[in-house]
């Protein structure tokens, strides 16, 4: 009786030590996921918004899985690219700037950016002449006001420009009038 008594506390106790392994497996488990997770628990919604790489920046904004992350990702990536973060050197922002596939990102940094030289990348590469007749019409600068008057293509919105200008500014008037001119020739 004596053995089988035994036999059978030894059962109970590798089994009781059975469960208790799997659960300090668990345990092991939910604290290394936690150590080696990218943020700690409970900062991860702040990642974007503190985030200073406009390549992860622009990973996050078109495949994060939570839209709320996408959407501080795009804030955050756009603030970047306009100075309103003294935190980039300028030539990283302006390389940003001419590989960015994203014309939305684009008209942004075209209306928005401190930098004059940020603002001329972008137009150079929008196609959009309402961006374009935006940019004619309130840039501070004249020579890009001048530059988006030459890059813009649509008639009807250079008659526009011609005529809002006429109050403003008597040369970016006249450019769109030429320009209206030479494109339907």
Not at 31 to 57: H, I, K, N, V, Y
Not at 129 to 157: G, K, S, W
Request: with cysteine; net charge positive.
């Amino acid at each position: 009786m004596n053995r089988a008594r035994t036999a059978s506390l030894r059962q109970q106790d590798a089994g009781r030590v059975g469960i208790e392994l799997q659960w300090m497996k668990v345990i092991m488990f939910r604290a290394l996921r936690d150590r080696f997770a990218s943020q700690p628990p409970g900062r991860q919604e702040d990642a974007p918004s503190q985030c200073e790489d406009l390549g992860r920046l622009q990973r996050l904004r078109m495949h994060a899985r939570d839209r709320d992350e996408r959407e501080r990702a795009d804030a955050r990536y756009r603030a970047l690219l306009v100075g309103g973060d003294a935190s980039l050197s300028l030539e990283t922002r302006q390389r940003a700037v001419e590989a960015c596939p994203d014309a939305a990102v684009l008209a942004y940094v075209a209306r928005s950016a401190r930098e004059e030289v940020l603002r001329r990348a972008a137009v150079e590469r929008i196609d959009s002449d309402r961006v374009l007749m935006e940019v004619a019409l309130n840039d501070p600068i004249t020579r890009m006001r001048r530059y988006a008057v030459a890059r813009m293509t649509d008639q009807a919105l250079l008659r526009s420009v011609a005529q809002q200008a006429r109050a403003k500014d008597q040369r970016i008037a006249r450019d769109a009038v030429r320009r209206g001119a030479e494109i339907a020739q």
